[in-house]
């Protein structure tokens, strides 16, 4: 492994540790245009202020969402880290799916999930983070679905 694939590793974890933190600017500055591509859901935000809004609504409903990384690697070939990693949280705020608001249950949930984070071309610094998941995983361990 080269030394960009390193820092990019460390760029990934550094970004998931700082997203359980909720330092959403440090996290902003993993990136060099903030872009998250949710492929369960299909939903897309991309720039500061949209990727700010998916922060104040992921954390509503889950305020202490966190992740354990299974595994992670850099792929020179194609600028990127894959991460397979938990899911973890407690259903402490109202959550919204389509028009139904779910209101809190108390119950937390753990689910295996896995995230392509893409970089610049010869860069540490994210242009898009595709997390992809079981949309209705989370419901169902919440017994929501």
Not at 64 to 93: C, K, M, P, R, Y
Not at 135 to 142: D, E, I, K, T, Y
């Amino acid at each position: 492994m080269d030394d960009l694939d390193t820092r990019r590793i460390a760029v990934v974890r550094e970004h998931m540790a700082l997203e359980i933190t909720h330092d959403w600017d440090a996290v902003i500055a993993t990136f060099a245009h903030p872009r998250y591509e949710l492929l369960g859901p299909g939903l897309v935000f991309d720039g500061e202020e949209a990727v700010r809004r998916y922060f104040a609504l992921s954390r509503t409903p889950f305020p202490d969402q966190g992740n354990e990384i299974i595994a992670i690697a850099a792929d020179a070939a194609s600028d990127s880290v894959l991460v397979e990693f938990w899911l973890t949280g407690t259903h402490t705020g109202p959550l919204q799916v389509s028009d139904t608001v779910h209101q809190p249950t108390g119950k937390s949930f753990r689910v295996r999930m896995a995230a392509g984070f893409e970089f610049a071309p010869g860069s540490d610094k994210i242009v898009a983070e595709r997390p992809y998941y079981d949309s209705g995983a989370v419901l169902r361990a919440l017994e929501l679905a």
